[in-house]
């Protein structure tokens, strides 16, 4: 028998649907309050947007809409890419393919998010870069990579609290959608004839 693609069929309101999606947006909020609270303690300002004399929206919390709204799509494309899968026609497919592939999806993207927030505070950190001139001290061969990511850090580092905490959000959400179409995209592997 051939192996075919064939599309699992699920629906969106499922335990196993409704459980990744709680899943996903508890870590979204978690990272992007926790991203919040640490640039606040670096020096962005609170400041709220008055809609009316009860009513205050912080700008601080704007990007909270977008985050979760780019992750919860990104998490509906990804959920869909892979829910086709490789399998003979006619046998059942194994009911917990897709659940696993959903909390999958819900895993890759919230390590995608915190690592795309992160990471560039963390590589520009003093601590780092002490640890970079004291290998490159002792590599004389990396202390022009050194150098060179130095002034690129300093750079980052040199720009108003608003604009890192602006580019973060911006960059991050980017590094999702596209790890979201790279995941869903991937090519299935083909079965080998026998």
Same mark, same amino acid.
């Given at each position: 028998?051939?192996?075919v693609?064939?599309?699992?069929?699920?629906?969106?309101?499922?335990?196993?649907?409704?459980?990744?999606?709680?899943?996903?947006?508890?870590?979204?909020v978690?990272?992007?309050?926790?991203?919040? $609270?640490?640039?606040?303690a670096?020096g962005l300002?609170?400041?709220?947007?008055?809609? $009316?004399?009860?009513?205050? @929206?912080?700008?601080l *919390?704007?990007?909270?809409?977008?985050?979760?709204?780019?992750?919860?799509?990104?998490?509906? #494309?990804?959920?869909?890419?892979?829910?086709? @899968?490789q399998?003979?026609p006619?046998?059942?497919?194994?009911?917990?393919?897709?659940?696993?592939?959903?909390?999958e999806?819900v895993?890759?993207?919230?390590? @995608?998010?915190?690592?795309?927030? #992160?990471?560039? #505070?963390?590589?520009g950190?003093?601590?780092?870069?002490?640890s970079? *001139?004291?290998?490159?001290?002792?590599f004389?061969?990396?202390?022009?990579?050194?150098?060179?990511? *130095?002034?690129?850090?300093?750079?980052?580092?040199?720009?108003k609290p608003?604009?890192?905490?602006?580019?973060?959000?911006?960059?991050?959400?980017?590094?999702?959608?596209?790890?979201?179409?790279v995941?869903?995209?991937?090519?299935?592997?083909?079965?080998?004839?026998?």
């Amino acid at each position: 028998m051939s192996i075919v693609p064939r599309r699992i069929v699920f629906r969106w309101t499922s335990a196993p649907s409704l459980a990744s999606i709680i899943l996903l947006i508890a870590s979204t909020v978690f990272v992007e309050a926790f991203f919040a $609270d640490y640039s606040l303690a670096r020096g962005l300002e609170y400041k709220s947007l008055g809609l $009316d004399t009860y009513v205050e @929206i912080p700008y601080l *919390y704007l990007p909270f809409v977008g985050a979760l709204a780019v992750m919860l799509s990104s998490w509906m #494309y990804m959920a869909r890419g892979r829910a086709v @899968i490789q399998a003979k026609p006619g046998l059942p497919l194994p009911p917990t393919i897709l659940p696993v592939r959903m909390f999958e999806a819900v895993f890759i993207l919230s390590a @995608i998010l915190a690592g795309s927030l #992160y990471l560039p #505070y963390v590589l520009g950190s003093n601590w780092m870069l002490n640890s970079l *001139y004291a290998t490159a001290a002792s590599f004389p061969a990396l202390k022009g990579l050194v150098t060179w990511f *130095y002034s690129g850090a300093s750079t980052m580092m040199g720009l108003k609290p608003i604009w890192k905490y602006a580019l973060s959000n911006s960059l991050s959400c980017m590094f999702v959608v596209a790890t979201a179409f790279v995941v869903a995209r991937r090519p299935t592997r083909r079965a080998r004839p026998r």
